[in-house]
């Protein structure tokens, strides 16, 4: 490789030296045929810059080509140096007010709900956060690429069109010509060259030939050079094309994945070069592995020339984009060179030919010129216009271009549309000039013609996934003819008129194609084979739903176009009318002396159809009629006279009957299509223009007719009419054995239509069919929704009808009948219905779906019973009727209506009535309440003068006909009300009643006569006050039999206390001692004597503990010799603490973990649930675990939340992860107080100590050395070796512990090494009791870190279950020395000491002073050194031993504080004068200066020094204590148990310290001053000093999560900018952020995957394991969630810290309301991190959810 290199180099730097671009353009300038010699150019030099081998070399192409290609052209541009000349032109050009930022994926944009004019007016970030638009209610979402920000431009905002970049200054006339700054030259040049340049590159984008190029570029002499290239397409995946592409080029794995990212991304890709038949073979395999089941992948071999000119093509295209950004008049010119029609190719322009070609154009070229159109044209105004006429003729073709290609919209010049129709001008000049509307509708029409059946109407066949992919793509026609719409015109000129309607006729077609679409027959006998197709035509009407609506506001916005409209919509609607409706005879039909003629139909036999697009829009006309008022207006232009009433009820009522025969059960054979048909019928997605309108097509022909006629259709229709007719029905079902489905029935189609005639006459809040406003209705639905349950904001906007631009218009109202109440930690906002809106509540709502209403009326009576009201639901007081609805109250004062309710009511009354039910019942009290309101209403507004009709109240007074003696309605509810089996209605019917009164006394009142009047008051004033005492009378015998109950329960507990008085004894003084503020162990030691180590160390007395295992229930002591008993735990690698996430361990198996570095890089940590069992239950429950587990991966193939084969499992109890277990252990005989100590009356000095521990480990040295294999020292102390006095290393310690629990002790130290080092399990290792120790270290920092963090005292506040666990890992470390190799640990301990009091060994240098954790090394000291002590009888205690090495260690410490704080600033004021502590400090540190050589900086102040030390000392202190309390289980002081200001003194005490640390080092000055010279000459120390390294400062500052921005979108737009840092400047998809380090990652893509222990790993999983030691949480950036991963297999999702105003988040950005950090669940993330409880988390989340197992998580 790297000889053909070099000799290439010398090649091209040649080349480059012989051209000069000046010199070509001067050429140029003076060449009479300028194409001819530029393309000459090209023809020379293209082939030798581009494509000259397998891998293009794009730096030194770009070099290249910028020098060779395009510096010419800019030199002929310019006509003088283009730097020069650029420059020139960039400052005399005025900045456009139009931003035109081109957005990249992910990128934040920001939409407006006050100002936009429609949903895709969007703002950059930059301009958002310059606009006025901030302080209003705005969406953020995520852009999916292409699209541009819209700031500038007047037409997308209401207001604030500019932000202050873009603002116009006040002196530029806005309509000024680009041209003016170019000069006349520069002009004619610049058209000249883009002439030629983007003719080259268009020609060459769309060319089609493979091995040969267009005239004038033929190469020079042409070489056998091919590339076999791989196009992209939408239907083979990822795998298949890395699959096949190994095997056709023979490339690894790796090379197949880098291929594929490329494809997918720039749409195409060489994967060979070579000669042709090389490059031919490829393709064969290519094609042959890729047809078997789709389409192949498409592959063409192309001559490397032509492979280089298109390559060519697109640098130009950039650089023309780059161009024309210079200057506006450059802009123009290249405008007007591309759309110039040009005569030799039918009058077509370049713009044209791309647009018509862009199906053939593969993904990169496609993008590039897509944004070289927004650019150029988009941003140019006037030839915006003339671009979008071009974009309006091509129309159709561009489309059905569209629908045959494969590639996303996004990839498409159709989705310019977009930036096209959305602008209104330009939608209506499209709409007059180029017939828009008419074509886009025709256009789709066409598309969907082959679906249809014989009479025309749409037919779609069986859904296959290539069908819906092509509905997919036609149905994106309608998207446009929404942007057409979507801004309704102010003023109407005739020629729009005239095209609009044109194009409403052509819509009328459409929907007369879906007026009975996909018509369904009842089926009786048996079910339905084949569930029928029904999806696609919901999916049409749910597209077409806004259109709709869309197409009748713009008829409301012009009179003579609402009538037009509405007469070509009723000549359609009597068309479909008139088409085939089968079983036709007429019938005449008579009730209560009323006749009507009909027609004999029935839904349940014949055809019905749930489409009936026509109808409902006619209705929706009417209604607009009587809106605009045009109704009153000009009546005479109306065709209302050719209505034919009946008519027009009878298809919506069809819907009605066949919504209530489902309900009623009788078309179950016809499968679910039809359940789901009926459940979007009545969904908020498309009720608007279906359920509802049906229902006003109802009002309106009921309006028109004779109530008594459309009450008697409606029980036709409903197949009620005989049962209504039949006197005797109610009577006859008490005899006979009827069908009992029958009668169940036919009750709910009576309850039912009862429903129907409810809401033809109630439903008034539609403005046009009541007097109301559109807030009203929308207050209305969510008073409604709100009685079901507190809501929050999203479930609300759900439950509303979105208009087209996303709005549901809920903010403006929801104020005033709502109240908010903000969520805690979890859960999220609600909001709760004021109490004063509740008697808006109706019942029968007809929004309520049959579980809304049975929840809402129940709420809402349990609401009432609260309140101390009665339990009735009375129907609202309702809105009057606009004058073209006003008859419809008719209904509730006809004949066959008091028929009906009389007739219901009969039956109830009777005693053997099967007839009826309870809800029946209800909707006739309902129905009489209505009748009775709306009679109250219309006589309070009646006048004096006016005659009023309404009057329900006499004849609801009125005997029956029929049998001449049956009773009044009145008369039955008076019967009822005090009927037993009705309690549940008897408020209603008292309210009934008491309404009925008030009406009877107002007529009276309008008839003036007072004395009746008086009565009738007083009437009701005793039935007042008759039901006062009634209701006084219950209370009262309520309370006794409450005072009753008690009594009885208080003599009970009398007794039962008297049988168990010894028990009770018991337990009292038991709780008395247990509550007691004394340490219960000792209750007699005063605190501030207590002292948890040393010779003076508190004596303890353990009371016996006893304990029950979860799993059989047992109890039993912890004693030495007994079974063990076990925690379950869980030991994990952790970095919480670490202060450098860099340093792993690579060699685990030769690595040395004795020291831990100060910055705690990586630790092991031990948690557990506190759960016990036996162990040997527990092994027993393991085994049982793993057995299932082999069995079920027989069956299946899936993960489980935990990795048997890793020894994980669930605690038995709380399904807690864990993987090991801790044995619980007796501090009574802890192997540390079994010393063989005698009374000792001196205690040995520091330096005494030290240097007897030193002759005894030279002993146990020498022995070592004689006989290293054999660790039994029986024979021990052989010849020649000096023993001290008292020092026995032949007596072996005696194990007291029993068999189970040393096995115990084993397993947990066994499990701790595997998962600390990541290795295989060895109970051999000498590493295993470092690791042991380290991790009681590790643990107990960490506790004392969270603990510090969270501002808790140090003791007592800790959960029960980690105190638990704390102590009895500390115990389980000091225990397990005894069953390890006591040579071992002996050994250890050596080294350990040699770091504080060095060796004269050379062989093993210890780490410095610097390079350890102090923590960890006490602990590792103390834990170990029993093992020396056991063999010491000269009487000195253990304490003693363990004392000194925690001076030791202490005084250690403090050097390492010292030699670091110096090299802060110190910014302390000084507080106080020096006392002793400060005068110390500053000796000590005098010496330290001394002993390191004077580099350490001067401090002049000892008090600065002694506050360095006590802060930095803390940690550590705290951390010792929470040890030696463990370990020792002496109580603590209670000032240590809350947060006080004296803890350091306190600590101090507690630990056998001196107040005055450094007194330390006066009374040891022998020993210690030697030990400090050595600390600071240690090479380290001396480099540190010498500022050649760094080294950690203390105290150690507490790790967070990192801080996250308050605005979320700052966060996408940071992930916006983020690149796939392997795939060359690619957009990542799924940026993720580290919420541990804050780095990004590309996440979940084949660009990033890594290999991770021989398995393919995504880049987060591969991060935690540099990061987090496998345990991770990231925030998935674009889809608003956090993900927690922990290892390969185990993942979770969790809701995001980030809110809305409403106290929700948003998992995946789907509402895009503004987002907020909450700081307090952003908190409770750092806590479950710094308390290790991820994996805990994931555990849990996998177990209550089992889709979370599945998913792969080692890919993200």
């Keep these: 490789m790297a000889a053909t290199e070099s000799e290439e180099v010398p090649s091209i730097s040649k080349f480059l030296m ?269 094609v042959r592995n890729t047809s078997r089941q789709t389409k192949p992948l498409k592959v063409q071999v192309m001559h490397s020339s032509v492979v280089a000119h298109q390559a060519f093509a697109i640098k130009l295209l950039l650089w023309l984009s780059q161009v024309i950004g210079y200057s506006g008049g450059l802009r123009r010119i290249l405008c007007q060179v591309g759309l110039q029609q040009r005569p030799d190719e039918d ?140 801004s309704k015109p102010t003023e109407w000129t005739d020629k729009l008129r005239e095209k609009f309607l044109e194009g409403f006729e052509v819509f009328l077609q459409l929907l007369k194609r879906m007026q009975g679409m996909d018509p369904v027959t009842r089926q009786v006998g048996q079910h339905i084979e084949m569930e029928p197709e029904w999806e696609a035509a919901f999916t049409l009407q749910m597209k077409l739903t806004h259109i709709i609506s869309m197409m009748q506001e713009w008829c409301a916005s012009d009179e003579r176009v609402l009538i037009e409209a509405y007469r070509k919509c009723l000549i359609v609607l009597l068309q479909c009318q008139s088409g085939p409706c089968d079983g036709e005879q007429p019938i005449t039909l008579n009730m209560c002396g009323h006749s009507l003629d009909s027609i004999q139909y029935r839904v349940s036999q014949h055809q019905v159809s749930i489409h009936l697009p026509v109808s409902r829009l006619f209705s929706g006309l009417h209604v607009l009629l009587s809106k605009t008022e045009v109704a009153y207006r000009f009546p005479e232009l109306l065709p209302l006279s050719e209505l034919s009433p009946p008519l027009l009820i009878e298809h919506p009522l069809h819907c009605m009957v066949l919504c209530a025969q489902v309900h009623a059960g009788m078309w179950r054979r016809n499968g679910f299509s039809l359940v789901n048909q009926i459940y979007y019928y009545h969904n908020v997605k498309c009720r608007v223009e279906m359920y509802d309108k049906d229902l006003i097509m109802l009002q309106a022909g009921a309006s028109m007719m004779d109530p008594n006629h459309f009450l008697m259709t409606i029980l036709c229709r409903f197949e009620l009419f005989h049962i209504f007719n039949n006197p005797d029905y109610g009577k006859r079902f008490g005899s006979e054995h009827t069908n009992k489905d029958i009668l169940q029935q036919n009750n709910i189609l009576i309850e039912e239509m009862l429903h129907l005639i409810m809401m033809v006459v109630g439903e008034r809040y539609t403005a046009g069919v009541g007097q109301v406003s559109p807030d009203d209705e929308i207050k209305r639905e969510i008073v409604h929704q709100l009685c079901i349950r507190p809501m929050a904001h999203s479930e609300l906007v759900k439950a509303l009808p979105e208009d087209e631009n996303r709005e549901t218009g809920m903010e403006k109202v929801i104020e005033s009948v709502a109240y908010f109440k903000k969520p805690g930690l979890t859960g999220r906002g609600l909001y709760e219905l004021k109490r004063e809106c509740a008697k808006e509540f109706n019942v029968f709502f007809y929004h309520y779906s049959r579980a809304d209403q049975s929840k809402a009326e129940e709420a809402q009576r349990k609401l009432r019973k609260q309140n101390g009201e009665d339990t009735a639901l009375p129907p609202p007081v309702l809105p009057h009727f606009c004058p073209l609805f006003a008859s419809l109250v008719n209904i509730l004062q006809s004949d066959v209506y008091l028929y009906i309710l009389r007739t219901v009511l009969q039956w109830v009354v009777e005693p053997n009535g099967h007839a009826w039910t309870e809800s029946m019942l209800q909707r006739v009290l309902h129905l009489i309440g209505m009748s009775l309101l709306e009679e109250k209403q219309q006589l309070e507004s009646a006048n004096e003068d006016s005659d009023f009709t309404f009057n329900f109240t006499s004849k609801v007074s009125r005997p029956g006909e029929a049998p001449e003696n049956s009773p009044s309605i009145l008369a039955m509810l008076e019967t009822l009300q005090n009927a037993p089996h009705l309690e549940v209605y008897k408020d209603m019917i008292k309210w009934v009643l008491k309404l009925f009164g008030v009406i009877k006394k107002m007529r009276e009142r309008s008839n003036s006569t007072p004395v009746v009047e008086i009565e009738g008051h007083s009437v009701e004033e005793c039935l007042r006050d008759k039901d006062k005492a009634d209701r006084k009378r219950k209370a009262e015998i309520a309370r006794l039999r409450r005072e009753k109950i008690m009594a009885q329960m208080s003599e009970m507990q009398r007794h039962f206390i008297d049988e168990n008085r010894e028990l009770f004894q018991q337990t009292l003084e038991e709780l008395e001692a247990s509550s007691s503020t004394a340490p219960d162990n000792n209750p007699i030691v005063p605190d501030a004597a207590l002292i948890a180590l040393g010779p003076r160390q508190t004596k303890v007395f353990e009371k016996k503990q006893v304990v029950t295992c979860i799993l059989c229930q047992e109890e039993q002591e912890i004693k030495v010799n007994n079974k063990a008993m076990v925690l379950a735990s869980f030991v994990q690698r952790s970095t919480v603490l670490s202060k450098n996430r860099t340093r792993t361990i690579q060699d685990p198996e030769n690595y040395d973990p004795l020291f831990m570095q100060p910055d705690l890089a990586c630790g092991t940590h031990i948690g557990s649930c506190g759960h016990i069992m036996h162990a040997h239950c527990w092994q027993s429950y393991f085994d049982a675990v793993q057995a299932k587990e082999q069995r079920r991966q027989q069956r299946l193939r899936v993960h489980t939340s935990y990795d048997v084969e890793n020894g994980e499992f669930l605690c038995p109890l709380c399904e807690c992860l864990s993987n090991t277990v801790i044995p619980l252990l007796p501090s ?95 109970d051999q290792d000498p590493r295993v009791p470092i690791m042991c120790w380290g991790s009681c270290a590790y643990t107990i920092q960490a506790t004392e870190r969270f603990l510090a963090d969270e501002e808790k005292p140090l003791f007592g506040h800790l959960p029960c279950r980690q105190d638990d666990c704390l102590k009895t890992l500390t115990r389980f470390a000091a225990s397990h020395w005894t069953v390890s190799f006591l040579s071992v640990v002996q050994q250890h301990y050596t080294r350990l000491l040699s770091v504080l009091v060095p060796d004269d060994d050379k062989t093993q240098i ?113 951390c010792s204590a929470l040890f030696f309390h463990y370990l020792n289980g002496v109580p603590v002081p209670v000032e240590l148990q809350e947060n006080g200001p004296h803890h350091f003194e306190l600590l101090c005490r507690y630990l056998s310290l001196p107040v005055n640390l450094m007194s330390l080092f006066q009374t040891n000055s022998d020993t210690i001053e030697p030990l400090m010279q050595r600390w600071c000459g240690a090479a380290e120390v001396q480099s540190f000093v010498k500022g050649e390294r760094t080294a950690i400062s203390y105290p150690r500052e507490s790790n967070k999560l990192i801080d996250l921005p308050d605005d979320y979108s700052c966060l996408i737009n940071r992930a916006s900018c983020f690149t796939c840092p392997k795939s060359g400047g690619d957009k990542s998809r799924a940026p993720t952020l580290c919420l541990v380090c804050g780095g990004m990652l590309c996440s979940q893509s084949y660009c990033c995957q890594t290999e991770l222990e021989g398995e393919d790993v995504g880049a987060c999983t591969a991060h935690t394991y540099t990061c987090g030691c496998g345990v991770g949480i990231f925030l998935r950036v674009r889809e608003s969630q956090v993900l927690f991963l922990a290892g390969k297999t185990k993942g979770c999702f969790y809701p995001p810290p980030y809110l809305d105003d409403y106290g929700e988040t948003d998992q995946g950005l789907r509402r895009g309301n503004p987002l907020h950090l909450c700081k307090e669940r952003y908190r409770k993330l750092q806590k479950l991190w710094q308390q290790h409880s991820i994996t805990e988390e994931i555990g849990h989340a996998q177990e209550a959810n089992q889709t979370l197992v599945g998913i792969d998580w080692q890919h993200l």
């Design 18 to 286: 012989d051209c000069s671009p000046k010199d070509i353009a001067l050429n140029w300038l003076q060449a009479t045929d300028l194409t001819k010699d530029v393309y000459h150019h090209l023809a020379c030099n293209v082939p030798k810059i581009y494509c000259r081998d397998s891998n293009p070399n794009p730096l030194n192409e770009e070099m290249l080509a910028q020098h060779i290609l395009l510096g010419p052209m800019e030199w002929y541009l310019c006509g003088e140096d283009p730097a020069v000349g650029m420059t020139k032109l960039e400052k005399a050009n005025k900045s456009s007010q139009l931003c035109g930022r081109v957005f990249k994926i992910g990128e934040p944009t920001y939409s407006c709900r006050d100002c936009a004019v429609d949903p895709t007016c969007v703002l950059c970030m930059e301009c958002f956060l310059a606009s006025v638009h901030r302080e209003h209610r705005y969406r953020m979402t995520t852009s999916s690429g292409g699209g541009f920000c819209d700031c500038g431009d007047t037409e997308a905002w209401k207001q604030g069109p500019y932000c202050l970049k873009h603002e116009p200054s006040g002196s530029d006339a806005l309509e000024e010509d680009p041209l003016a700054h170019l000069s006349e030259d520069m002009i004619g040049r610049a058209y000249n060259i883009f002439a030629i340049v983007f003719k080259y590159a268009v020609d060459m984008l769309t060319w089609v030939e493979e091995d040969r190029l267009p005239s004038g570029l033929e190469p020079l002499e042409k070489e056998d050079t091919y590339y076999c290239m791989l196009f992209n397409d939408e239907v083979h995946t990822y795998e298949q094309v890395i699959y096949t592409l190994q095997k056709a080029v023979n490339c690894t794995q790796k090379e197949a994945v880098s291929f594929a990212t490329t494809v997918d991304r720039d749409g195409r890709r060489s994967v060979r070069y070579g000669d042709f038949q090389y490059c031919e073979q490829a393709k064969t395999v290519i």
């Design 1228 to 1322: 009574s005989w802890s192997p540390q107080s079994s010393d063989n100590s005698k009374s000792f009356s001196s205690v040995p000095t520091l330096s005494q100590w030290l240097k007897c521990t030193f002759q005894q480990l030279n002993v146990l040295r020498k022995i070592q050395e004689k006989q290293p294999a054999s660790d039994n020292p029986s024979n021990a102390s052989p010849e020649g070796i000096e023993t001290p006095e008292g020092f026995r290393p032949d007596i072996k310690p005696k194990n007291p512990y029993s068999d189970s629990i040393k096995e115990m002790l084993t397993t947990l130290a066994t499990a701790t090494y595997k998962v600390g080092l990541k290795v295989h399990p060895n």
């Design 347 to 486: 009058h077509s322009s370049l713009v044209d030919k791309l647009m018509l070609c862009d199906s053939k154009l593969w993904k990169g070229a496609r993008n590039i010129y897509h944004q070289l159109f927004m650019s150029s044209l988009l941003m140019d105004l006037k030839y915006k216009k003339l671009f979008a006429v071009r974009f309006a003729k091509n129309y159709e073709r561009l489309q059905t271009d569209y629908v045959n290609d494969d590639h996303d919209r996004e990839f498409s010049v159709t989705d310019l549309s977009v930036q096209i129709f959305t602008v209104p001008s330009l939608a209506r000049m499209l709409i007059t000039e180029e017939n828009l509307m008419t074509t886009i509708i025709q256009t789709f029409m066409d598309h969907l013609m082959r679906q249809r059946d014989s009479h025309g109407r749409f037919q779609f066949e069986r859904y296959t996934a290539i069908q819906a992919f092509k509905f997919r793509r036609v149905q994106s026609l309608i998207g446009d003819l929404k942007y057409v719409l979507v």
């Design 1406 to 1518: 210890p780490p410095s002073i610097l390079d350890v954790d102090m923590f960890h090394l006490l602990v590792s000291l103390v834990l170990s050194f029993p093992t020396v002590h056991c063999h010491d009888f000269t009487g000195v205690s253990l304490a003693v031993g363990v004392l000194h090495l925690f001076h030791l260690v202490t005084m250690a410490h403090i050097v390492q504080i010292l030699l670091t704080s110096s090299t802060e600033e110190n910014n302390m004021d000084q507080e106080s004068t020096d006392g002793d502590e400060e005068a110390a400090a500053f000796t000590l540190y005098d010496k330290l200066r001394q002993y390191s050589g004077s580099a350490l900086n001067f401090m002049a102040s000892g008090w600065h020094l002694w506050q360095y030390v006590k802060t930095g000392i803390m940690p550590y202190l705290r």
